[in-house]
Structures are given as C-alpha cells and as structure tokens.
C-alpha cells in the first residue's frame, strides 16, 4: 500500500499480502476467462445465473452445452479466489487499525465479518454445484434458501469493505487528507477528461465503431498510441503546476519555496523551463506525487477498460470488464509502490555536500526492467500496427493492443 511504513513488525506480513495479491490478480484474470468463455445465451449468460424463473431448466441447459465444466471450475476458482482476497484485506486492516483505540474490538468485528462471508460464500457455492444432482425439478424451499445465502452473502461482504475502507481513512485521513484535496482542485479538468473519454467510448452507441474504425488504419492506430503516451505524460505533469500557481509545491511555507529553472538552451535559446521546491532529497511519502502519476496511468486504463468492454460488446458475452480492468490497475499502483519506496531507500543515503551514492541493486534492476518493459510495449505496438494493416480488427489485433498498453502502463508506473 502506498506510503505505508515498514517496519521489522508488519515487513513479514506486508510480504505475505503481496504474495497473496498477486495470486488474487491471477485468478481474478481466471475467473475473467471463464465467465467470457461460459455464455450460453441471454438466459445463461454467467456460471452463477439468476435462480428464476425456470432454474431447473437453465441448469439442464449448462449440462447439454457442453459448458458443465467450466460450470464447475468457476465455484471452485472462487472457493479459492475469495479467502484471498480476504486474507489479503484482513493483513492490511490490522495494521491499519493499530492506532485506532479499541483496536482490539475493532479488528474481532472486521475479522468476523470476514470469516461469516466466507462461510456463507462458500456454502453458496457448494449449493450451486449440489444443484446438479438433481434429475428432476428442485424441491420446495431450495432455491429460496440459496438466494436467502447470496442476500446474507452480500451484505456480510458489504460491511466487511466498509470497515476496511474506515480503517484505511482513519490511518491515512490525517496524514495525507489535505494533499488530496490540494491535488483534486487542480486535477479536476484531468479527471473529467478521463470520465469524458470513457464514457463516450463504452456508454454511447457509436463508441464501440470508433474503436473498430480506429483498428482499420494502421496510421491512424500508430498516432492514437503516440497520443495516447502524450496525453498520460501530460497528466501526470499537468497539475503540478497548476498546483504550484494556487498552493505551493506541497504545502506553502517560507521553508518550501517554489524555484525554477532553465535547463542548456538546445535550439536557438530555447530550453525546458522546470520548477521544484528548494528543500533537497525528500523522502518522505508524497500523496499528491502518487496521485499525478496515478492520474496519468488512468488515461491508459481508461483505454483498457474500452477495449474489454467493446470486446464486451461485440462477442456478447459477460466479461467482468470493470473487475479485470481494476485488477489491472491495483498491480500497477501495487508494482509503482514498490519501485517509489525502492527510490526513497536510495535517496534515504545522501548526504549533502558527499558524493551520490551508488545505486542498490534492488534499484538497478528495476530501472533495467523499465527500459525492457517500454521496449517490449514498443514491438508488441509494432506488431499491433502490422496486424491491423494487415487484417484490420482480429482477435489478435486487439489482445495485442491490450498487452501493449498493459505494458505502457507499468512501465508509465
């Protein structure tokens, strides 16, 4: 999580909720495959299908599709999927609650509701697959015990998030609060940008032709990817200066003055003009810093989650398109933590007025494996851009275009 603090008490623990969440994101993509894949009809859309009407006959249905198996994948997966996730939460809670008083109460009532929801959920589960020894319509009162499972489910995973998220403002609220609001009054225009393009690509009739227009030239396909990567560049920047004009660089005070500078001219006295604050080697946490670059990796998950729901859309299926798309944007923020807090380490050792000291190796690879990434998101755009001229919209042409800006976006990260 970002800006949390390691210390030699919660390190094994955070490592241990990375290692969960990775296996979290992966069999969130599984889940994603099976749903896209199981579809039957309109009646049939999901592996979990609506119990009325006619619950026997839409099982019957899943049997004689040939779609039983991944029927029964889809249960188990989420027997699996589920205490993850909430493993995960439950890591992260209890240390985000150690200053709260009462913590103690706190954190029995979090993990009991976690531990209920799993319960029933995987009891709702077990009912889904148990339908299946039935031969002839359901007895009485069964699928009414089923739904009275999901509804309990439901609310029981309800307040479980809610309390997490309490416990998440309650340990960053004070702290980090008023960046927040500094970042969101200049950042407003870039946001509703954001919401504007997604929008316009997924909620209006004609959003899903403009993306398949898009894939019939391979010029214009290759200039959208080069404003694509602008754009996100600009946003990430934008505000900042913005920022500077209305507040300070983060909070104004004679400390922390705002400066700039001009870079060598490189062409007829023309330079880049830059500013910073005066104050030298900061490692402390920025939320605003965070959140610029949170905002620039938007402008490509706003193009992922358009192209899953047009895929969405024109394959008629049930692709969970928002779960996989915030999927893809926790391990991207998750794999930027990692890199921002492997910088504030390196930064933690200089001295003014001392030579800069060598770079970690922890931090060396991770500069190498930004260039490989940019370079590998460079020949899977090519290969997008031969694939469109060559077949225009394919399968191929748009899990290409996927992967490539899956990889911008960690390498933008």
């Not at 623990?13 to 099976?34: D, E, M, Q, R, Y």
């Not at 589960?125 to 009414?144: E, M, V």
């Not at 500094?182 to 504007?196: D, E, K």
């Not at 929008?199 to 010029?219: A, E, H, M, N, R």
């Amino acid at each position: 999580m970002a800006g949390m603090h390691y210390t030699k008490d919660n390190l094994p623990s955070v490592t241990l909720a990375n290692v969960l969440l990775t296996a979290f994101l992966i069999l969130t993509i599984l889940l994603a495959w099976i749903i896209s894949s199981f579809r039957i009809n309109d009646v049939v859309p999901v592996p979990q299908f609506d119990l009325f009407p006619q619950a026997f006959e839409k099982l019957q249905l899943i049997v004689t599709s040939g779609k039983l198996n991944l029927y029964k994948w889809f249960f188990r997966i989420d027997s699996l999927w589920a205490p993850i996730g909430v493993t995960t939460l439950l890591i992260f809670g209890k240390i985000f609650c150690r200053k709260l008083s009462f913590r103690k109460v706190y954190y029995f009532v979090f993990m009991s509701l976690g531990l209920l929801a799993l319960i029933f959920d995987w009891w709702e589960n077990r009912l889904y697959i148990n339908l299946l020894q039935y031969k002839q319509p359901f007895p009485d009162g069964i699928l009414d015990n089923l739904i009275s499972i999901q509804n309990i489910k439901y609310a029981l995973y309800c307040a479980f998030l809610l309390q997490f998220l309490y416990f998440l403002y309650m340990r960053y609220a004070e702290t980090y609060l008023k960046q927040i609001k500094v970042f969101f009054r200049s950042a407003w225009l870039n946001i509703i940008f954001v919401g504007i393009l997604v929008f316009i690509l997924t909620k209006v009739d004609q959003g899903t032709t403009i993306i398949i227009d898009l894939f019939q030239s391979p010029v214009d396909y290759l200039v959208f990817i080069i404003l694509l990567n602008t754009i996100a560049l600009i946003f990430s920047h934008y505000p900042i200066y913005l920022q500077i004009w209305q507040h300070g660089l983060d909070y104004p005070s004679k400390d922390n003055k705002i400066v700039w500078k001009l870079n060598k001219p490189q062409w007829l006295g023309i330079g880049i003009v830059s500013f910073q604050a005066n104050v030298k080697h900061s490692t402390k946490f920025s939320a605003t810093q965070f959140l610029r670059r949170a905002l620039g990796m938007s402008v490509y998950l706003a193009w992922i989650y358009a192209l899953l729901a047009c895929y969405r859309t024109l394959d008629r299926n049930q692709l969970p398109v928002f779960l996989m798309t915030a999927s893809i944007a926790v391990f991207a923020f998750w794999s930027y933590r990692r890199l921002l807090r492997q910088k504030n380490d390196w930064k933690k050792k200089f001295v003014i007025g001392e030579p800069r000291p060598r770079l970690t190796p922890a931090l060396i690879r991770a500069c190498k494996g930004l260039v490989v990434l940019v370079w590998i998101a460079i020949l899977i755009t090519l290969i997008s851009v031969t694939i469109v001229f060559l077949e225009e919209w394919t399968p191929i042409s748009w899990i290409s275009s996927i992967c490539s800006t899956v990889i911008y976006l960690l390498a933008f990260g």
